[in-house]
């Protein structure tokens, strides 16, 4: 049965990592061993049995330490349970309906034949990094749209896979 699970994240302002931490918190309740990481300070997955990587939404592609760190672990990667999430819709719609994923991150489920991937919403707040984070806010169209339900309820499912 695998044991270590890491749970690996590329994120600008932070809400990510707080959902990669959900994630593993759950399954850590299932007896698992589970570090929550930034994708960019994983020197290797060797270590761990199985793999979550997500990534924040930005211009239509994951955050770029997601993608850096699918593209240089790829073989090890391809050899482990492997799941992806995606983090970034500014409304309802990703607790209403599944949200596919960008083009670029199903490439990558192809490639490494990932078990499955999710698009949690997202949360942008005050203080977020860039002026376009910056002009979203002022239009009022910022909040924390992440459903904790729903990643609790995902994280359970991948948990039951692991330790079945
Ligand atoms: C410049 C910018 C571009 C964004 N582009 C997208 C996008 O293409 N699709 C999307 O669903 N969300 C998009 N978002 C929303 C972010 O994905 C969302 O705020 C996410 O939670 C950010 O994750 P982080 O806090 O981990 O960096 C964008 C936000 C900003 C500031």
């Known amino acids: 049965m695998p044991r270590n699970v890491l749970v690996a994240y590329g994120t600008t302002n932070g809400s990510t990592a707080e959902i990669a931490e959900a994630i593993a918190e759950v399954l850590r309740k299932d007896g698992l061993t589970v570090e929550a990481l930034p994708a960019r300070?994983?020197?290797?997955v060797a270590p761990y049995d199985a793999v979550v990587i997500g990534g924040g939404l930005?211009?239509?592609?994951?955050?770029?330490?997601a993608r850096r760190f699918v593209r240089r672990h790829g073989k090890n990667l391809a050899e482990r349970p492997l799941w992806f999430f995606s983090s970034g819709p500014l409304d309802a719609s990703a607790s209403e309906r599944d949200i596919p994923p960008v083009p670029g991150v199903h490439k990558a489920m192809i490639r490494l034949d990932a078990k499955g991937h999710v698009t949690f919403?997202?949360?942008?707040q005050e203080?977020?990094?860039g002026w376009v984070a910056r002009m979203i806010l002022r239009n009022g169209k910022g909040g924390d749209f992440?459903?904790?339900?729903?990643?609790?309820?995902?994280?359970?499912r991948i948990g039951q896979?692991?330790?079945n």
Request: hydrophobic fraction near 35%; proline fraction near 3%.
């Open 41 to 44: 300070s994983v020197p290797s």
């Open 58 to 65: 930005y211009a239509g592609r994951w955050h770029k330490d």
């Open 121 to 124: 919403g997202g949360c942008l």
């Open 127 to 129: 203080g977020a990094k």
């Open 146 to 156: 992440r459903d904790f339900g729903q990643i609790e309820a995902w994280a359970a």
């Open 161 to 163: 896979e692991l330790t």
